[in-house]
């Protein structure tokens, strides 16, 4: 008896020695319609094994890598905003990652916002190539007292144009427009931007207008150089739909029955946005219906699902390209560290 309690006991020891000395990683291939949610807990542990020490950051590896971040509302009276900026791209320079998209609500569209967050941008050596969206945030200097430049919404719209805050935007960018689109390592990236506020029309409120033009030129770009299966990157500040959240269908987008028709053709798109700042953590936070849609959080304010505040988190992604394979994997750039749950594969 005593050796047939031995013979078992080494099984067992080499069975548990075999299970979590797996090389195992969370990746998920999602069906047309399906949400995205987490793995219950198995034998295997997972997101572990291939994930950097919080305080030895490691390079990444693929034919193409970059971030994707978005509502870092970088205002100059805000220092909080601008630590946790600085950490984020820190943090992207030490994981060597050459590319930087930043989806949106920068600051609050003052020019002393866009100073500040150019000098902090300055500041970092090495920092990645940066391409950035016109967010909500951008047409916010409406709020703001042209004098003292104290927050004041009695006084709306304070002088302010839709004209003048983009104007500020492109000037801070370098670019022609607020939609544009570039080719990195082959892979296309297109840019979509909101071209009217609530300046213009009270009823738009925070969403994004998107003109017949703008609508017309992403037919024709995504039509560009397009090979079944090659992704294509899209990036808007304001989701389809409210990721990492409820799925009801959100009022962020004013042409989105067509925005959605016109990428409905695609399955390659996989579409980044911003805005409503839900941590990556959460169910639904990835999503993959005709196209791919996925929820970039916040790097000065994630938020819970019940929309309260996480001071302590920062959080965006970087995303790893091979071939037709991409790899989305969710950043915490306060801890260092990449956030369980959240690598997605398609």
Known sequence: MRKVLLLLLAFVFLFTATVVGSNSTFSLNLPFGSRATFAQPSLTPINVTKFPLADKPQPLTSNLLFGVVSDIHVQYTNSFAQNKFQQMLGDMVKLHVPNLVINGDLGDGTPQDYTTLGDLIRQQKNHPAIYYTIGNHEFYKAYHNPITNAWSPVTYPNGETDVTAIERFLDFTKRSRVYYDEYLKSYHFIFLGSEKSAISDHTYGDKAYLSDEQLGWLKSKLKENYTPGKPIFVFLHQPLVRLGSTLNKPDFVIQADRLREI??????????????????????????????????????????SKGQALPNKSEGLVVEVSKNKVVIKGRDFLTKTWIPGTQYEF
């Open 263 to 304: 990428l409905n053709r695609f399955p390659e798109v996989i579409l980044f946005s911003g805005h409503i700042h839900r941590q990556l953590e959460l169910p639904t936070t990835i999503l993959k219906q005709e196209f791919v849609m996925a929820n970039s959080s916040s790097v000065s304010l994630p938020r819970n």
